[in-house]
């Protein structure tokens, strides 16, 4: 039974890269994953001002509830949205400076709006360079007084925790009044990790209440990551193999483990104890429909394997996938025609019939989760697939073509 090693959590260990800066004291994270995106937000909090020392298996990051060491900073975010969206609204609570944030090509063209939008509610100076709402802008920071906001969270649950983030840093406060959300689960992990550095915070609804008071430091585990995870549930269950992932179970924070709920359903065996995942292939793979809302950045995984199953598979509700480093619902869909698979897709969903893949050369946007996600497709496919860009995975996984390799070939 191969036990897979799964690298960190991308969402977790950017998240714990906010709380750490913020916190009162030097914080310790034991196993951060090391890829792009993390190590750009890293790179962004040491151009701040902040002291970063990272490790081989722990980063020590020094607090500075005060806000950044500097008062003037340019800082270039890549293909982070993490990064993009969480620093501008960390250096938002500085006392006084004047930070530029700037970011890739795919960056740039990621929606800002409600996000810079709900700051500039709470009376903070933020301008777009360019286009507006999207990157390039520039903070003047003044310290955030706090109070009540209204947020459209359609887009991206980002938007919402990067003002969760902020709420312990106000004057007073925050009360967020939610009109709509997406990714749910992604902020049950902010609120579960803030929390774990001492904030208060409470949900009533779409009501958010964030207490003022700061963060405390703290040693905080990385746990592997759930999206990543699921192409290697998702190569066990086309092949009929098995596959364990150890440090996620019924105790992870991340909702994307729920992709092997939806495996579970096309027929795959599924054990799962409070900290291990093992999922089994069946015989055949069952066609189905299903909401995947909550769990969209796995939309891809279940697309690339979608062919193989006894019955059309359709994906409803991840309207939000449009707006990713690709369109990620139009990206499927070309790849799968590519391979043969007769695909319809409409403003949020795509239902891909069965078929018989034949090689092809996978386009990847650049997105890293197209990349592993077609990965997949390739192991029933004879001569398997090629990518024009097989090192956009860089983003979240660098080493992953390797490991994929080692584990199915």
């Known amino acids: 039974m191969p036990v897979v090693e799964i690298p960190g959590s991308k969402s977790v260990t ?10 009162q004291g030097t914080t310790t994270l034991l196993r951060p994953l090391s890829s792009d995106d993390t190590e750009g937000f890293a790179e962004g909090l040491h151009r701040l001002g902040y002291g970063v020392e990272r490790g081989p298996d722990a980063w020590h990051i020094e607090g500075r509830p005060a806000g950044p060491a500097t008062t003037d900073a340019d800082v270039y975010c890549r293909d982070g949205a993490t990064t993009a969206r969480f620093l501008p609204t960390l250096t938002a609570a500085a006392a006084h400076g004047t930070y530029r944030f700037d970011a890739s090509p795919q960056m ?20 777009h360079e360019e286009a507006e709402g999207h990157h390039p802008l520039t903070v003047t920071a003044g310290g955030v007084q706090g109070g009540d906001v209204t947020l459209d969270a359609g887009q991206s649950s980002q938007y919402l925790t990067a003002l969760l983030l902020l709420g312990p840093l106000t004057r007073t406060g925050l009360r967020i009044t939610v009109t709509d959300l997406v990714s749910a689960p992604y902020i049950e992990i902010t609120l579960a990790m803030m929390r774990s550095f001492g904030a208060e915070v409470g949900r009533d609804g779409g009501v958010f209440t964030v207490a003022p008071g700061g963060y405390r430091a703290t ?18 269950a086309l092949t009929g193999g098995e596959v364990t992932v150890e440090g996620l179970g019924k105790d992870a924070l991340q909702g994307d483990l729920a992709f092997v709920d939806v495996l579970r359903r096309m027929g795959a065996g599924v ?3 409070g ?18 809302r909550d769990i969209s950045d796995t939309m891809p995984t ?17 309207h939000n996938t449009r707006v990713k480093e690709c369109d990620r619902l139009e990206a499927c869909a070309q790849n799968l025609r590519a391979l043969g698979v007769t695909v319809a897709t409409g403003p949020d969903w795509i239902e891909i019939q ?32 090629t990518f024009d860009d097989p090192g956009c995975v860089r983003k979240t996984f660098p080493g992953f073509h390797e490991a994929f390799a080692k584990v199915f070939a």
């Open 14 to 23: 950017a998240r714990a890269l906010f709380l750490a800066a913020a916190a």
């Open 108 to 127: 740039r063209r990621r929606p800002l709006a409600p996000l810079t939008r709900a700051l500039r509610d709470l009376g903070v100076d933020l301008r």
């Open 219 to 236: 040693t905080y585990a990385i746990e592997p990551d759930a999206s990543t995870a699921s192409y290697f549930f998702a190569a066990a």
């Open 271 to 273: 054990e799962m104890t």
């Open 275 to 292: 900290d291990r995942t093992t999922v089994t292939g069946p015989t055949d793979l069952k066609g189905l429909t299903v909401n995947m």
């Open 302 to 318: 279940l697309a690339a394997i979608a062919p193989y199953a006894s019955g059309p598979v359709r994906i409803e509700d991840v």
């Open 354 to 385: 069965p078929g018989t893949p034949a090689p092809a050369e996978i386009t990847t946007y650049g997105d890293h989760r197209i990349a592993m996600s077609f990965a997949v497709a390739g192991l029933r496919i004879p001569g398997g697939v």
